[in-house]
C-alpha cells in the first residue's frame, strides 16, 4: 500500500499524460464506499480538497454485475481483494477502504510525472437519439521510430460509463462512473506520426449485465466516455497508460423563446463543460445543415442571433448543438415562424370624418391582418394611445370624452393604430369637431400603473393627470374600499402603494378631480398573489425507522412551482406538486441512527417560498436483536440467532471481522436462513481472537443493521473426564437461545 506523503498532489502542468484509475469493487464489499467517496473528491471540485482538472479519470469496474468488469479484474493477477484501485495500467496500486485522500494523491502524483511514449488521443461521441451512441476516436504516435522498431503496438479501451450509476454500493449510494461496456478493446499498430480512427455506434439494448437487464435505458446527459491508451498488452511487463481522454456531454439551458418568432432570434443560454469548454455552437432548422454560430471558446452564458428568414412562415424545429473538446448536446424548441410585411388594413367606422360631437363619444374601426393583430389603439391630437377593445368580429371599441383636459370644444384629431405580431402597423385619422354646450373640461386621467396582470408583491400604483385649470387631488381606492391621496411629483405624474392583504382579483379605482371640482374617473382589474404556500406535515412521531411515511398538506392561491425535500442539507428530491395532499416515503435505512433534519421547501409560480423544517430520530439498529453466544472455540460450529422486526425482508446477513491486526475475515457477509421467529446464522472458527459481528437486513430498498456485537473464541480444548456430559448440568452454549424465548415472549406479551 503506499503510505500518504506531504508531497502529494503535483501541480498538474508538471504532468506528462491524464492518470487514469480502474476501481475494482463489488456492491457487497463492505469497505468500498470509503474508496469510491475519496476518489470522487479526488476527482471533483471539492473545497479544500484535492483537483486535478483535466488530468485524472476514473471507472468503477463493478465485478459482480458486470461480466466485462470481472474479466478486466483478472487481467491483474495481484488483485485479489476489494476495493483495489490500479492506476495507469498498474503502474500504482492502492488496496482496501481509505479514510482520506492522501494514498490516491501520491499515487496519481506518481502516475502523471512518468516518462512514456507521447501519444495524442482524441474521442468523439454525438447522440443518435434514444440509446445509440455515435463513437471516434483517433489516436497519433508524435514520435520517429527507434532503430529497428517501425512501430508502436499499443492497445486502446473506450470505458462507457454512467456518471451516476444504476447500481449501488454496500451503503446504497450509486457508484461514480459504473462501467457498462466498452466502445472499443482492441489492439492498435502505428506508424511514426500517423493517425489512427475508429468508429463505432454503440446501441444500449445490444448489450447487458450479468443479470440478464440490458443497457436501452441509458440517459445521454448521464453517460461519460474514459478512454485510457495502453502500451503493447502482450508484453509481460509494463502495462502502462500513456494517453487518456473523455467525452463529457456538456450542460445546456436555453432562455425562453416565445411561441412566435419572426425576423432576428436573439437567443441567449448557459453552456458548461464540466473537464473543458465548450468550442462550438451549431443551429439547425427542421435537422438540416448545420451552421456554425461562429463564437469564441467559452463556459458560462453565451448569446446568438438566429434569422427567421431562410424558413417559410408556420411551425419549425430549430436545433442549437454545443460542442465541448469529446462531446456535443443537442436541445430543440417547436416554433411558430411569422415574418410578415403586409401591414394590417384599418376602416373608421365612428365618428365620421367632419362630424360634430359632444358628451362621451363611441368610437369604432374596423381593423383586419392576414397574420394576428397586437394592438388596436387610439388617441386624439398628440396625446398618449389608448387601447381599443375587441367587439364583435373585426370590430374594435373605445369611447371617448370630448370634456377632457386635451379635448373641450373645437376642432380635434383623432388618429387610429393597428400594429400585428411583426410590428407592422397602419394609421388612420379623422378630423372631427366637439361642441358642448356648457364648455367644461375634465381633468385627463391616464393609469400607468398597475396593469392588467399578476402582481405577487406590494402594487406600484401611477397615474397621469393634467387640466388647464389645475388639478385638485388625484385618488384611488382598492375593492371599492376608502379613497386615498396619491402623491404629486411635479410633472402631472401622481404616485401611491398598496400592499395586498389577501390573494385574488383586485378592481382599482381612480378619480381625478380639477379645481373647478371637475372630475374624471377610471379602474382596471388585476390579480395578486403575495402569500407563500402554506404547509402542514401531519405527523404523530419524530421517531423513524424503516420506510419512514409523510402526509403533507399544501395550499396556496396560484400553482407551485416547485415542491422538493432533503436531508441534512443534502440533494434535493422533487415531489409531485400538483395535489394540496401529498403523500411521500422516505428511506431511512440510507442513513446512520440518530437526528436528522427534513426540509421541504414548496415555491409557488410567483415566487412565494416556504420551508418547513422537522427533526426527525432515526432508529433502525433497535429493529434487530441479537445475543452473543458464549465459550466459543475453534473448530466448531457456531450458531448466531437473531429477531428481525421487519416483514419479509429480501435478505439478512451477519457481517463478522476480527479486530487485531491479522483478520481472517474482515467484512465477510454470511448468509442467516429463517428458522421459526429468528434468523439463524452459522459461522465455523478456525482461529482463536476477539471478532466483531452485526446483522444486516436488506429490505428490497435499503438495509438495515443491528448494533455491533463482540464475540470471544478460545482455542479447542481436549474433553476431560471432569467435563465429561454426565458431569454438566447444561450447556452454556445454550443461554443465548434461552434468554432469546424469554426475549421474544416479553414483547409479544406487550
Known amino acids: ?193 500517423e493517425t489512427k480512427e475508429l468508429t463505432t455506434v454503440w446501441v444500449g439494448g445490444e448489450h447487458e449485465d450479468k443479470n440478464g437487464n440490458d443497457f436501452s435505458d441509458i440517459e445521454y446527459d448521464n453517460i461519460n466516455i474514459f478512454v485510457a491508451f495502453f502500451n503493447d498488452e502482450s508484453a509481460s511487463a509494463d502495462k502502462y497508460v500513456l494517453e487518456t481522454a473523455f467525452a463529457i456531454p456538456p450542460e445546456l439551458e436555453i432562455g425562453e423563446l416565445g411561441d412566435i418568432v419572426g425576423g432576428e432570434i436573439d437567443l441567449h443560454g448557459t453552456a458548461i463543460s464540466e473537464k473543458s469548454q465548450i468550442e462550438s455552437v451549431y443551429y439547425s432548422w427542421d435537422n438540416g445543415n448545420w451552421n456554425n454560430a461562429n463564437l469564441d471558446p467559452f463556459n458560462g452564458e453565451f448569446s446568438l442571433s438566429i434569422t427567421t428568414e431562410s424558413v417559410e412562415n408556420g411551425e419549425h424545429e430549430l436545433s442549437i448543438m454545443v460542442v465541448d473538446r469529446g462531446a456535443s448536446i443537442i436541445e430543440t424548441f417547436s416554433l411558430n415562424v411569422l415574418n410578415d410585411e403586409n401591414p394590417p388594413t384599418l376602416e373608421i367606422i365612428s365618428p365620421e370624418s367632419g362630424a360634430t360631437v359632444e358628451g362621451i363619444t363611441a368610437l369604432e374601426v374596423e381593423a383586419i391582418d392576414d397574420n394576428q393583430l397586437s394592438d388596436v389603439e387610439f388617441r386624439i391630437n398628440q396625446g398618449d394611445w389608448r387601447k381599443m377593445y375587441s367587439n364583435t368580429g373585426d370590430s374594435y371599441i373605445a369611447s371617448w370624452n370630448t370634456q377632457e383636459a386635451n379635448a373641450g370644444n373645437g376642432d380635434h384629431q383623432i388618429s387610429f393604430r393597428a400594429v400585428d405580431m411583426s410590428s407592422n402597423e397602419v394609421v388612420d385619422t379623422v378630423d372631427i369637431s366637439v361642441l358642448n354646450e356648457e364648455d367644461i373640461t375634465y381633468p385627463y386621467l391616464k393609469i400607468i400603473n398597475p396593469k392588467e396582470e399578476f402582481y405577487n408583491n406590494r402594487i406600484n400604483i401611477e397615474v397621469k393627470s393634467s387640466d388647464p385649470e389645475g388639478i385638485e387631488k388625484v385618488q384611488y381606492n382598492i375593492d371599492n374600499g376608502s379613497w386615498r391621496d396619491l402623491s404629486y411629483d411635479g410633472s402631472d405624474i401622481y404616485t401611491g402603494s398598496w400592499t395586498p392583504t389577501w390573494d385574488g382579483w383586485h378592481w382599482v379605482a381612480i378619480k381625478t378631480e380639477d379645481t373647478q371640482g371637475y372630475e374624471t374617473e377610471g379602474g382596471l382589474r388585476f390579480e395578486t398573489d403575495s402569500t407563500p404556500p402554506s404547509l402542514i406535515l401531519n405527523s404523530f412521531s419524530n421517531d423513524i425507522s424503516a420506510i419512514a411515511e409523510f402526509d403533507l398538506d399544501i395550499y396556496d392561491y396560484s400553482s407551485l412551482s416547485t415542491l422538493k425535500y432533503r436531508i441534512n442539507g443534502g440533494i434535493w428530491t422533487e415531489l409531485e406538486k400538483d395535489e394540496d395532499n401529498v403523500q411521500f416515503t422516505w428511506d431511512s435505512t440510507k442513513y446512520d441512527d440518530g437526528e436528522c433534519l427534513m426540509e421541504i421547501e414548496c415555491t409557488d409560480n410567483w415566487g412565494g417560498v416556504s420551508t418547513l423544517y422537522r427533526n426527525l430520530d432515526v432508529k433502525n439498529q433497535g429493529l434487530i436483536y441479537s445475543i452473543p453466544p458464549s465459550d466459543i472455540e475453534t473448530e466448531k460450529v457456531t450458531k448466531i440467532t437473531s429477531i428481525v422486526d421487519y416483514d419479509n425482508p429480501k435478505s439478512v446477513y451477519m457481517i463478522l471481522a476480527k479486530i487485531d491486526v491479522d483478520v481472517l475475515a474482515e467484512g465477510q457477509k454470511i448468509p442467516m436462513n429463517k428458522e421459526g421467529n429468528y434468523y439463524v446464522g452459522e459461522i465455523y472458527f478456525e482461529n482463536p481472537g476477539l471478532y466483531v459481528y452485526s446483522i444486516e437486513v436488506d429490505t428490497g430498498h435499503g438495509k438495515l443493521s443491528s448494533y455491533e456485537q463482540n464475540i470471544v473464541v478460545s482455542a479447542k480444548q481436549s474433553l476431560t473426564e471432569e467435563n465429561s456430559d454426565e458431569s454438566m448440568l447444561f450447556s452454556p452454549n445454550i443461554l443465548p437461545a434461552i434468554l432469546m424465548i424469554i426475549f421474544v415472549a416479553l414483547r409479544r406479551k406487550n
Open 1 to 193: 500500500m503506499i503510505k500518504p506523503t506531504n508531497t502529494a498532489e503535483l501541480p498538474v502542468e508538471d504532468f506528462t499524460h491524464a492518470v487514469f484509475g480502474e476501481e475494482f469493487t463489488a456492491t457487497w464489499c463492505v469497505y468500498c464506499p470509503s474508496a469510491a467517496e475519496n476518489l470522487m473528491k479526488v476527482y471533483d471540485d471539492i473545497p479544500d480538497e484535492p483537483y486535478y482538472d483535466d488530468k485524472f479519470f476514473f471507472v468503477a469496474l463493478i465485478t459482480d454485475v458486470n461480466d466485462k468488469a470481472d474479466d478486466r479484474m483478472g487481467d491483474y493477477p495481484d488483485v485479489t481483494g476489494y476495493p483495489t484501485v490500479i492506476f495507469d495500467g498498474n503502474d500504482e496500486k492502492v488496496s482496501g477502504g481509505q479514510s482520506d485522500t492522501s494514498n490516491y494523491e501520491q499515487a496519481i502524483d506518481n502516475c502523471g510525472q512518468r516518462d512514456d511514449t507521447d501519444i495524442s488521443l482524441e474521442i468523439e461521441m454525438n447522440h443518435l437519439g434514444a440509446d445509440q451512441l455515435d463513437v471516434s476516436i483517433a489516436m497519433t504516435w508524435n514520435e520517429d521510430a527507434p532503430l529497428g522498431d517501425p512501430t508502436f503496438d499499443g492497445y486502446v479501451r473506450a470505458y462507457i460509463v454512467e456518471k451516476v450509476s444504476r447500481y449501488n454500493n454496500y451503503d446504497g449510494d450509486p457508484y461514480h462512473f459504473g462501467f457498462l461496456d466498452y466502445a472499443f478493446e482492441e489492439s492498435v499498430e502505428l506508424e511514426p506520426h
